[in-house]
Each structure stands twice: as C-alpha cells, then as structure tokens.
C-alpha cells in the first residue's frame, strides 16, 4: 500500500519479549532478517526470565523505530531478483476467471481451466489501476489494513494504523472466492513528548550489562552498546476512577466497536474493568528511537476520547505534565478465520494463494513474521515441486504458533506464549539453530558455511558431553580442598566430572580446576554441554514424549477419507473432522470437538482400510 510501511513498527517498538524471542531466534536459525535487523538498531537489550529455567529464557530488545524500518528496506531494496512495487492490489484472479486487459506481461485477455481436480489456483492480481500482474502464487499479509477504522473515543476514522492508507477492495475478491474473514481490534497507547516527563518518579530500566545478540550470525563484539534506558511507574486509584466515570465513552463498552480485541495484551480500559481488586498497573516509559523525543506508553493502551486520555495519563506519576504526540486509538480490521488454511499456509479453497501474519487472526511482529518466512518459503517450495515445510509442534514454536492457528478455534487475535508449547525445554531459544538450521539450508536460505558450522557445533557438543561423563575423580584432599573453596560438598565416592556439574553451585566453568585434560572451546559450545548435562534427565523424558506425540503426527489420513463413512464417530466430531480436514491423526486430536475417543474410533477406521482410503 505504502513503501513507507515496510518494517514500520505502529505499536510497541520493540522486538522478542517472553516466548516471542523464541520466534525471533528460530526465524534467524530458518535464514530470516527479522533477528539481525535489530541486532543492527536496538537501543536496549535484556535476557528475561534468567533466574528460571532455560526453557523460559528469552531476549527482547528496544527498536530505534525509525532505523529499524529503514534498515530492513534497505535490505529488500539490495535483494536480488526482488522487485518492490507501491499499490493497492483489489482483486486475486483465479483459473476460472478471465482476465482483462493490461496485464502485467502484456498477455492481454486469456482464460485458464482449473487444475485437474477442479480446485481455482492463482493466475494473477488486479491492482486499484487495473493493471493486472500474472503469477503462480500469492501471499496476502494485510496486517490490520483491511477494512481498518481508528477509533478515538466518538471519533472514527476509515484509515490503517498510523494514519496509513486502508485496504478496502480486497475484501469483496476474498469473499467471492468463498474466503470467510471475521472482525478483529487491537489498540495502542499514546506517544508522548519525552521531555515534559518526570523521571525521577519512576523506576528505572537498564538494559543488560552484557548483551547476546539475537542472531547467530551477529558477532556478539558489535552488540555491545551504549543503550538507553526504559523507565516503570504505575497508574493509581485516581487513574481508574476517570476511566470508570468515562467508561461509556470508550468504544469498546459503548458498543462502537465490533472485533473482539487481545486477552492478553488489553486495553487500560478492560483492565480497570476486568481487574477491578487491582489498585495500580504497571506503565513502561520507553524511547523510541535515538533520533526523537517521543516516548512509548507501553501498559496504558486505550480507546478514550481526548479529553479522558489527558487527564488520566496525567495522574500516573512522572507523567503530570505530559505533552502528548499522538492519541492512543483501537484499530479494528478484517482478517481470515486460519481454519481455511493447510499447515503449509495455504488456503484450502485456492492453490497458489497463501495467507500470513495479522491477516491470519494473529498479534505480534514476530509471529507475523514467523508465518511470513514460512508462506515464502512454502510457495518457492510449491513452484519448485518440492514438498511443504511443515514444523511439527516437537520441533519449533513456529511449528506450535501455525498449528494452533490452523487448528484451533481461535476467536481473538492469537498471541504466543511459552506455555503454549508442550516441549518447551527442547525448544529453548538458545538451541534453535541446532534445531532448525538444516530446514533453512534445505530451503536457500542459509549458505553451506554457517550449516557446516552448526554441524561441527553438534558433534562438539556431543563429544564434550561424553568427555565429562566418562572422566571420573576421585576424593583426593586436592579435590576436596577445591570443592570446598566453591561451597561444594566433598565427595564420598569418585564421580564423573558430569555428575559434579549437577550440583547446582557448579557449572562447567567452576569445574576447570578439576579438569586438567580440558581444551578451550566456543562458549557456544560450554553453554549447551552445560544445560543438556544439567537437565538430561527432563530433557530424556520430554523425547520420550515427543516419539510418543509424533506417532499420532506420522499416521497421516488420506485427503480422499470420507468421515461418513466412519463408523461411530459422534455428529460433532464427524462435522469438525470435515470442516478441518486435518492431515494427521496428532493434528485430528487437537480439533476442538475431537475426543480421545472418537480418536480411537478413527484410528480403528484407518488401520481396516489401510491402502483402501
């Protein structure tokens, strides 16, 4: 729609946070942009969760929003064989429609049969000049842009987030092609003046002393930064008491407003509302760039009139005499219901037309992102005759975010979250590229060098792993003399250096002493041997898990199966089997509606009429 839009961050300029830096890291191990952008142009960088688990580690960094954007379009520009091109496109154009004139190669009017199953493909796109492109597929990620309102209080505004363009002739094209969209809203705080702001009422927010970059190819050298600070206050009773006196101009409880909006990311709003024991809420003040005074209400979204918001961001202390840049305002906007979409990202009803991010009822930059390098990767797969690249759930929290987008019943805008994600200890963020990385070389998009490199990284780690299981020490008075001078326990018995590293106040470093034989290696390396010696035995009962988990995922169930046929198999689940289609049995049983049982009665099915169906 705007060339302007690329990379533009309308919401809370920054980048991972708590399961989302998960996506990050598996994006860059898959060959993404997304994680060496904003190695390129953060302002602050924090590890969250470090005195949990591993599981649950996860980077988020501050964005320089303005470099951020820049940087990541002077990337497309550079990229060959990629053309970018500014324009509205109104119409997806199907095999059995016939094209006008202008086509983009100059073919003039022609008319395609379906393929030989009578499914419509894609042969095109018709923008709002009427100019028509051919093509073989199409991925359509519309963000919040189609159909989108601005609701300010009374005040609506037919326009997309940040006062862009809206999108408004696609919807009639998707609809005609039997594409159900549904109705979806998610807001943003104000941006205020960040010199009118009282800091020394707040709290402030450092980022850490040292930073780990979010790619893996980023040299960690040149992440150490100079950052800028975030700062946290909170609202009060004052606060909640002028949001409760106003609750009726806000468009959400005046009935104005028709999406249903994020459970978990809500509006100031719906938390005086929802929380009402609740006598403050946190309130993060973060810059949003190096180049500008304006400054990120993060925690304080909202829909209210002018007037509301003055006077109660005004009560939240430091913020008394604000100036405020921009109004904070919900955005509503058509999206798909992801249940018309394959696991590869491609709608059932087209072949060739893929959708992802926020247009796939979504929230967040990194799970948009995340489908949006999946639908690419899988369209050059499709047009190369390769099979689609489909993460399983034991694999990646991409593979969990697609498969509940595509299988569940979402009916508010998805967010991910660690919980989410049955396997979480072996999808750590740390190990993504070990994970992940042969995917991204399969696909292109990760050169010869850097697959090596995670290779001889595995067989490292490994080798170490074995090392320090089978070097044993003995209870010398040398040894107990050094545990004792870590606050260890002495030994009774001789045991394996790994053994040792299991006691929590040892690590690998804090065994050197007793290691004599150790060769230096790549902390890369360290960090891995440490936390798979650490947490072996989880980590062996999760695999155990996943073999039993990918059992149901390899029994895979023909497209040609007819549920009616199924004896047994009650009203509802039969009408949810049909309307999914699920490719597995592992993807059948996470169908809301499905039960073990009727799980059993399939499975019965498919083993009488395996090679029949």
Known sequence: MNVDSIAMMPCNPHIGGSSKGHLVREIDALGGEMGKNIDKTFIQSKMLNVSKGPAVHSLRTQADKAEYSKSMRQVLEKQENLTIRQAEVVKILTSDETSGENSGDGSGQRRVTGDESGQKRVIGVQIHTGTIYDCDAVIICTGTYLQARCLVGESITETGPSGMQRSTGLRDSL??????????????????????????KMTIQKGDDVVVPFS?????????????????????????????????????????????????????????????????HQVFIEPEGRGTNEVYVDGMSSSMPDDVQQRMYRTVPGLENCVIVKNAYAIEYDCINANELKLSLETKAVRGLFCAGQFNGSSGYEEAAAQGLIAGINVANQLRGRDPLILKRSEAYIGVLIDDLVTKDNREPYRMMTSRAEYRLLLRQDNADLRLRK??????????????????????????????????????????????????????????????????ELGYEQIAGLDPDRKPLPKEVTEQVEIQIRYEGYINRQQRQVEQFEKMENRKIPSSIDYDDVGSLRLEARQKLKEFMPASVGQASRISGVTPADVAVLLIYLEKNRGRT
């Not at 003995?474 to 394996?496: D, F, I, M, V």
């Open 175 to 200: 609809q005609e092609l039997g594409i159900y969209l549904r109705r979806f809203k998610t807001g943003t705080p104000a941006r205020m003046d960040g010199r009118t702001l009282d800091y020394s």
């Open 216 to 280: 893996y190819s980023t040299d960690p050298a040149d992440v150490q930064i100079e950052q800028v600070p975030c700062y946290l206050t909170y609202t009060n009773e004052e606060t909640h008491e002028i949001i409760r006196e106003n609750i009726d101009r806000s468009p959400i409880y005046a009935g104005i407003i028709e999406g249903t909006g994020p459970r978990y990311c809500p509006s100031i709003e719906d938390k005086v509302v929802k929380f009402a024991e609740k006598t403050r």
């Open 439 to 504: 995917y991204g070389y399969e696909a292109g998009l990760i050169g010869r060098e850097a697959y090596e490199h995670v290779c001889r990284k595995q067989e490292a780690i490994e080798k170490e792993v074995q090392r320090l299981k089978s070097v044993k020490i003995g209870a010398s008075r040398e040894n107990q003399a050094y545990l004792k001078s870590l606050g260890s326990a002495e030994l009774k018995t001789a045991c394996s250096l790994a053994e040792l590293m299991c006691r929590p």
